[in-house]
């Protein structure tokens, strides 16, 4: 019970990672407050945990709506007087070339209105009560694929790659009263997220289960970051040879695709 009294807000719990780590939190002891849009999933996710003997409280919001957002913030901090650590795992993806975006910033709109700005806005009501406690973590759900160049997913990518830099600069500035951060650098996990590209199907992927553990080690070991191997060799080649990295990999990423579509079509 490495969780037990500790309270942890997880956002994007309706489903997926999200709603898979917060049920192994639980089992860990961890009163696990869930926040996604759609009540009744994260009521079946809060059910299923308190039948199991843990403790859930279900805040169905809308992270994007930002009236509504610190709404539920200042009813978190109502009802629950320490709350020890924070996992902004909430998302949307979009898959998209370029090309088809010129006339389409609404995407990197959108991506930021969650994936940046809604965890940034929890993040930010929640740092008084971080700083009173004299502790409070920061968990963020990345992609290794803001670890090396990746096609198609400009608006997705960009928003998770600001997500980060503010999580960085947050323990930097914060650190020593006690704020400390962890980014998950997931690999492909099967969800609905990555269920949404057809050609994903014939592409081998960690199962939400497994994934789910990431994000415990996260809570649980609080590192400043985890990631696969794939993505850490990946960071150090972007390091010493970016120019090589990216033009090595465009032909690769292009076959891949191809390949993909084959694999599903056939
Ligand atoms: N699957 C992958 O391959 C992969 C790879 C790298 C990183 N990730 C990241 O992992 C995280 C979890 O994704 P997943 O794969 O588990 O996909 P998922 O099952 O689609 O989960 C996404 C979660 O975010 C919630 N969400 C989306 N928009 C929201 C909003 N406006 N307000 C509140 N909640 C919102 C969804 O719930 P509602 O629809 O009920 O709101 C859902 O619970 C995401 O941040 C994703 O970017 C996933």
Not at 76 to 104: C, F, Q, T
Not at 132 to 153: A, C, D, E, N, R
Not at 178 to 191: A, H, L, Q
Request: include cysteine; hydrophobic fraction near 45%.
């Amino acid at each position: 019970m490495k969780l037990e009294g500790q309270t942890i807000v997880i956002t994007g719990a309706s489903s997926g990672i999200g709603a898979e780590a917060a049920r192994k939190v639980a089992r860990l002891g961890g009163t696990v407050c869930l926040l996604a849009r759609r009540a009744d999933e994260l009521e079946d996710v809060r059910a299923g945990i308190e039948a199991t003997g843990g403790s859930a409280y279900a805040y169905p919001v809308d992270l994007s709506d930002t009236v509504a957002a610190d709404a539920v913030a200042a009813q978190l901090l109502a009802e629950h007087p320490w709350i020890d650590a924070l996992v902004n795992n909430a998302g949307r993806s979009i898959r998209r070339p370029i090309k088809e975006s010129l006339d389409r910033v609404h995407d990197y709109e959108r991506t930021m209105a969650i994936n940046y700005f809604g965890a940034v806005r929890l993040t930010l009501a929640l740092v008084p009560r971080f700083l009173q406690q004299g502790h409070g973590h920061v968990v963020i759900s990345s992609s290794m694929s803001t670890q090396v160049p990746i096609p198609l997913f400009s608006a997705y990518l960009a928003s998770k790659a600001a997500l980060e830099s503010f999580t960085r600069s947050l323990t930097a500035e914060l650190g020593h009263d006690g704020i400390t951060s962890t980014t998950v650098y997931f690999p492909m996990v099967r969800t609905e997220m990555s269920g949404a590209t057809p050609i994903y199907q014939a592409m081998p992927m960690l199962s939400a289960d497994k994934a789910a553990n990431w994000l415990v080690k996260a809570i649980v070991d609080k590192p400043t970051r985890v990631t696969s191997l794939p993505g850490a060799m990946g960071e150090l080649s972007m390091a010493a040879l970016p120019g090589v990295v990216t033009k090595v990999s465009q032909p690769l990423f292009r076959r891949m695709d191809k390949s993909l579509a084959k694999r599903v079509r056939d």
